[in-house]
């Protein structure tokens, strides 16, 4: 995918860091899910996403 941000020409923007509650279900490679959640915003910690989204759950 060229606008990968992994390997292409996106940016930190356009990925998101999500911990979920409980260890979700098997899914499959490239699964698409929804996730709800507390939406943190990073802007000190080089080692994390800028957008972090924490306590979430598999909706």
Excluded: H
């Amino acid at each position: 995918m060229a606008e990968c941000f992994f390997c292409g020409a996106a940016g930190p923007e356009s990925v998101a860091v999500v911990y979920l509650k409980a260890k979700p279900p098997r899914m499959k490679v490239d699964q698409i899910i929804e996730v709800r959640g507390i939406l943190d915003l990073n802007a000190t910690d080089v080692e994390e996403m800028t957008f972090i989204i924490r306590d979430a759950i598999i909706i």
